[in-house]
Each structure stands twice: as structure tokens, then as C-alpha cells.
């Protein structure tokens, strides 16, 4: 069975209505305080959320796994996986698992792809670029993030997303959600993905060989936007990183919520798009890769009546992964676009004032349970002469400032070897993971 905790998606930061009108968490309100009121006001947002997004299946089915080896190169065995996660419905992934991680427990790290034109899990491992047929890109982008996690030495679940990959409807485009709809018309395909990884999760805690209690989240683009969703409801997360991911309302109301029946269905044969500027981008001209998707159904009032007060935001989408490990990534550019630094300030608070409460994770109990605890009690008892009960009161005072950070880098969307360095590390400290190639 699966824990259901935990909740957040989709917010804006641009000026609204919304924050005159007293939604649940308007920054610099309600949700920041001296941390006592958290947890009551955490449900507050959660159930804002699962009203936007629809709630998660009651019906849990067993994962039936299949996991099939399919290659062993370079010190890292891939496993083609698929697995149940709702009746009648298996998602497809690639596992890598390093030679190093064989016979002991090692932290496990989802990676989620970015948007892609059809080539989903297979861009984020190195097999393919943007569309199945095409290259992988070049090792400065960053998207083969499973591969080099899994060099790291982590083990790596890389899933295609619903209507990507091999998800795609037979005859259909990527992410042409009209079949979801017809059998989920109260959910939506945010809700569905999320939901995907946290049966991922299931199936990576099937598996003796992952450390259950470490498991990390990342993606860039699309995948950084979806790891923040899984982070904040599935508390089994240990760590993330989210790297130029939208996080916030500022593109174009119709990306959100398109009107059902807006686009005509796309068929075999039908003559692809003459786009100068995909050529341009992209180096080929590229079929459109979003199909009719409709990212939140339930979003739609608000495109249609954008007076209409959004009931939550973003920055409370991050606040929900609070005290878990949060890291948020972009380039300069997206951080101002987005209008980062806002949500990332009121999202620290609710950080710096954690205070530890039934139901929700212990601050100190998570830092006891990383590697390397031993040798900062080992470096308090003889310094300082601070015993291990002294050092947990200590720790105590930090309670989770330094569990939430932000990070930019020069130029435009992508996750350059800075980008990725800065994420290694913070998954390295937050999952507990020695490397062996680290320096003495």
C-alpha cells in the first residue's frame, strides 16, 4: 500500500486577485509564523490542491513488476521496467543500477524526463535526443541526468510520463490526454503523473538492493515542474532537485486548462507543421509535441473568468516538501521570469521556523539517520565536549533552514555541468551518499 500525504501543485506569483482576496497561503500571510500553526494550515493547502488537481485513486492495485536486463555497459546494467499503478495501466522505465551498488543498499534517484517530441525515459538515460530517432545531445545540456547520477554511483528509475515514450495512445500524439480524460473525468494529468511516480516509489522499496529510506527526485524542465508535484505529496521522497521547472502561472492560460474539443485530432499521415522557428530551435521541423493536452482540467474556470481568485500557489507547492530537502535550479533568466526569488524567500520561511509536529517529519531524526551523523558526533564529543543528547538539542535549534535552497547560472534553459555539480552535491549531503570517487 502507499502512504497519501502531503499535497501541492500548481501556483503563480504574478500579481493577482487572489492574493487581495485572502487565498490560503498569500505570501508574507498565515502560512509563515513561528511554525506552530503549519501543520493545520498544511491540510488547509492540501485539500485546496487535491480539489484543483482531483483526488488519487481509492483503488490500489499490486505493481505486477517486470523488469528484464537489457544491457551492461560501462559498469551500469539497464533494466527495461514496467509496473502497475492503476487498473489497466503500466508505466514504462528504465532502471540503472551501477556496478557499485551491487550487494548493499544504495539511495535510488527517479529521474524525470523533460518535454520531448516522443523519445521520453530514453532522453534522460542517453539513448536518444528529443524525438526516438534522433542522437542523444550533447553531454553540456545535462538531459542524460539518469546516466550521469547513475556514474555518480546511484541507482536511477527513469520513467516515461503518461503519453510519452512508449505511453503513447497506439495511432495517437505525444501527450493527447483525450483517452485519460474519458476514464478520469474528475482527475487530471498533473494528478496522474504524480501519482505514477509515487507508485514508483512502491516499486523502488520492492527492490533489496535500494536504501528505502533514501530516495531522490529530479528533472529538468517539465521533469523539474514534476518533481516538485511528487515531492509534495509523496513524503517518502527523501531529497530534490527541481531544475527549470515553470513554477508559476506566467504562460499562456490555454497551456493550463485548454478548452476541450479545442484541437482538432491528429491522425496518421496528417501533414506535420512548416515552422520556421521550430527549425530554427530545434534543427528539424518539429510535429507539435503537446497534442489536445489538458494539463489541469479543473483549472478551466480560471481561464475562462480570469478575475476568478487561483486558491493556491507555487510557493506553496514548495512549502508542502517542507522539511524534506528542497532544491530549486534555473538560470538567471527563468528566476527572473518566473518570479523566483518571491515564492523561494516565503517558502524559506516556513523552513527556518519548522517546528516538528505529529504526522510530519522529525528534523532531527532525518539528520541522524544521514551518513556522516557518527563523525559529527565523534567532532563535537572531543572538541567540544557535547554530548550526543546536547548535539540534538543543537540541531534542533537549526530545524530545517538549511534544507531549502536556490541556485542560478548563466544562460538560458538547460543543466549545465555548474547546475549539475550544485545537485550532486545537494543530493550527495540530503541522501546521505558517499561516493567512492570522492576526495579524501
Not at 528504465?94 to 550487494?103: E, I, R
Not at 530545434?282 to 489538458?294: H, K, L, R
Amino acid at each position: 500500500m502507499i502512504a497519501l500525504s502531503g499535497a501541492a501543485a500548481a501556483g503563480a506569483l504574478l500579481p493577482s486577485p487572489a492574493d487581495a482576496q485572502g487565498k490560503p497561503g498569500a505570501p508574507g500571510k498565515t502560512h509563515s509564523g513561528d511554525g506552530s500553526a503549519w501543520p493545520a494550515h498544511r491540510k488547509k493547502i492540501e485539500r485546496a490542491w487535491l480539489d484543483l488537481l482531483g483526488e488519487f485513486p481509492s483503488e490500489i492495485p499490486p505493481l505486477k513488476p517486470v523488469m528484464r536486463k537489457v544491457a551492461h555497459e560501462n559498469g551500469i546494467t539497464r533494466h527495461h521496467v514496467s509496473f502497475q499503478t492503476e487498473p489497466g495501466d503500466r508505466v514504462t522505465a528504465w532502471l540503472l543500477v551501477p556496478d557499485s551498488a551491487k550487494g548493499k543498499k544504495t539511495p535510488a534517484i527517479i529521474c524525470i524526463h523533460s518535454t520531448t517530441f516522443g523519445s521520453g525515459k530514453d532522453s534522460v538515460v542517453g539513448l536518444a535526443g528529443r524525438r526516438p530517432q534522433d542522437p542523444p545531445t550533447e553531454p553540456y545540456q545535462g538531459r542524460a541526468a539518469a546516466l550521469e547520477l547513475s556514474r555518480h554511483g546511484y541507482i536511477t528509475l527513469s520513467i516515461d510520463l503518461l503519453g510519452d515514450g512508449e505511453r503513447v495512445e497506439p495511432g495517437g500524439r505525444v501527450m493527447d490526454t483525450r483517452a485519460f480524460y474519458k476514464r478520469h473525468p474528475e482527475w487530471s494529468y498533473v494528478g496522474k503523473n504524480t501519482w505514477d511516480i509515487m507508485r514508483s516509489v512502491d516499486f523502488l522499496q520492492t527492490l533489496d538492493f535500494v536504501d528505502h529510506k533514501q530516495i531522490g527526485c529530479t528533472g529538468w524542465s517539465l521533469g523539474g515542474h514534476t518533481a516538485v508535484f511528487a515531492a509534495a505529496f509523496e513524503e517518502r521522497i527523501t531529497a530534490t532537485v527541481s531544475n527549470g521547472g515553470v513554477l508559476d502561472w506566467h504562460r499562456p492560460s490555454q497551456h493550463w486548462a485548454r478548452k476541450p474539443g479545442s484541437w482538432e485530432p491528429w491522425k496518421k499521415g496528417d501533414p506535420q507543421n512548416n515552422s520556421a522557428e521550430a527549425q530554427r530551435r530545434f534543427g528539424f521541423d518539429a510535429p507539435t509535441n503537446s497534442g489536445p493536452v489538458i494539463y489541469i482540467k479543473k483549472y478551466r474556470r480560471y481561464v475562462d473568468d480570469p478575475k476568478l481568485p487561483v486558491p493556491v500557489d507555487f510557493d506553496e507547492l514548495m512549502m508542502m516538501v517542507a522539511p524534506r530537502p528542497l532544491l530549486v535550479i534555473s538560470s538567471e533568466w527563468e528566476f527572473y521570469s518566473h518570479r523566483l526569488m518571491p515564492k523561494c524567500l516565503e517558502t524559506a520561511k516556513v523552513y527556518m521556523n519548522w517546528v516538528d509536529a505529529p504526522g510530519l517529519p522529525g528534523v532531527v531524526r532525518a539528520r541522524q539517520e544521514r551518513a556522516g551523523y557518527d563523525r559529527t558526533m565523534a567532532y563535537y564529543d572531543f572538541h567540544h565536549r557535547i554530548k550526543p543528547d546536547k548535539l540534538a538539542a543543537n540541531l534542533a535549534a537549526i530545524g530545517a533552514g538549511d534544507c531549502f535552497g536556490w541556485f542560478t547560472f548563466a544562460g538560458g534553459h538547460g543543466f549545465p555541468p555548474v547546475a549539475r555539480r550544485h545537485a550532486f552535491a545537494w543530493l550527495d549531503r540530503w541522501l546521505g551518499f558517499e561516493p567512492a570517487s570522492d576526495l579524501a
